[in-house]
């Protein structure tokens, strides 16, 4: 099943019951996506064939609330692949054709960039640090226990890819994002405009932020209309783990292990909550951008941006690199788990297998009464063919 976007709610605070009022509620919408299978087997916290969802009130046990869903949307595994088949190896040595997949709007609009950021690898050094946290605050998401993990040394982008770099990416390959083939991706209300809303009838029952959107995509964060010519210098969003994974290999790169993530991130430093220590307005000055304000009534900027921000925005950390809690989410290569060994592990690599894919670093729309997981040690999930307009990747290569 698709999770249609990078939200945070889980399904396990759900009764059966409000699970089954969600089935039947969402049920029309999703159809006309095509039938989907009902034999296939119900996997863990996701109903067949329909969208299953969180309860945004819902608390974990220190109180704190999320600010998605990320529990939910199901489309069919198995036309995915039948769409996207083969797709990996016909990358290498391919030349696209203008008219392939960028129209000449496009061509002569969408890139051509304005301040794109050529992104650079960072060497970070390797050694021993504690991985996650014995302080866990969103207690559901395996933020703990702490363990000591060794990390070989390894390079990391610096920036987000940026739009533009992902735009080299498809005119060299004509590649096609998962957003794109299924036609629609979810985007944040307060950045869509009254046209585009306007023809949206439905919501995320208990995160009506959150909006269907048709045609939005990497190229078109908010669908018709939308542009990105004027951020060439943003970090591409409504790329999906396969997507991310597309693009690292082409590069030449990987994504980075979370445990190799949170070493960089952290920067050197043992113990604090955000890349730079534990005050989040250190000497008064916004170091990442969140959501301020009211969540979700309204968004004040006080950081300067409402949506994304520039893959340069904010100092870096010690190792030199930005925006690694903030911004938006960022895919690593793990499967998802909440169960972790307390023993010593040189070079952690995650389970061998899983149904979803880890996130890390947050994004513009978390709050911290909401959704406080722009901390070092704070993760998320999503299954591998999920996007949104909050979620991007840094690549990461081995020395």
């Known amino acids: 099943p698709r999770l249609l976007f990078s939200g945070e709610v889980r399904t396990d605070t759900m009764g059966l019951g409000m699970k ?6 969402l049920a029309i919408f999703y159809a006309h996506r095509g039938s989907v299978d009902a034999s296939e087997e119900e996997e863990p916290e996701v109903a067949q064939a329909v969208v299953v969802q969180g309860d945004c009130s819902a608390s974990d046990e220190e109180g704190h609330t999320s600010c998605g869903c990320a ?8 036309q995915r692949s039948e769409d996207n088949a083969g797709r990996d190896e016909e990358l290498d040595g391919h030349e696209m054709d203008e008219t392939e997949h960028v129209s000449d709007d496009d061509d002569d609009d969408e890139f051509k960039w304005e301040n ?14 504690t991985m996650g946290t014995d302080k866990p605050i969103i207690t559901q998401d395996g933020e703990g226990p702490p363990r000591r993990v060794e990390i070989s040394p390894f390079l990391i982008d610096a920036f987000e890819v940026s739009n533009s770099e992902f735009a080299a990416f498809v005119k060299n390959t004509g590649y096609v994002t998962e957003a794109e083939n299924f036609g629609d991706s979810f985007v944040v209300d307060l950045l869509l405009s009254e046209e585009v809303k306007e023809e949206i009838t439905q919501a995320v029952a208990n995160a009506p932020w959150w909006l269907p959107v048709k ?11 939308s542009s990105i010519s004027k951020r060439g210098d943003h970090p591409v969003v409504h790329v999906s783990w396969n997507d991310a994974v597309a693009f690292c290999s082409w590069a030449g790169k990987r ?17 604090r909550l955000f890349p730079w220590g534990n005050n989040p307005l250190p000497t008064g000055k916004h170091r990442m951008n969140i ?12 950081d300067g941006f409402i949506g994304t921000a520039p893959v ?30 307390k023993d010593f592990v040189k070079d952690l690599q995650g389970p061998s297998q899983g149904t979803e894919k880890v996130k890390r670093g947050g994004s513009y729309i978390c709050h ?9 040690a704070a993760r998320s999930q999503n299954t591998p063919d999920s996007s949104a307009s909050n979620l991007g990747f840094r690549c990461a290569k081995s020395l």
């Open 255 to 271: 994504l980075p292990t979370e445990a190799e993530w949170e070493y960089a991130a952290r920067g050197g430093l043992e113990g």
């Open 312 to 341: 340069d925005t904010y100092p870096p950390n010690k190792y030199g690199l930005y925006n690694m809690v903030g911004n938006v989410w960022e895919w690593v290569s793990d499967w998802w788990a909440v169960r972790h060994t």
């Open 71 to 78: 529990d939910q949307g199901v489309l069919d595994r198995a």
């Open 368 to 376: 911290p009464d909401y959704c406080y997981r722009y901390r070092c």
């Open 291 to 302: 959501w301020q304000g009211e969540f979700p009534v309204g968004n004040t900027a006080e």
């Open 215 to 225: 045609g939005a995509s990497w190229i078109h964060p908010e669908g018709k209309g």
């Open 116 to 129: 794109s950021k050529p992104n650079k690898l960072v060497e970070i050094p390797g050694g021993v640090f």
């Open 20 to 25: 089954a009022f969600l089935v039947v509620m």
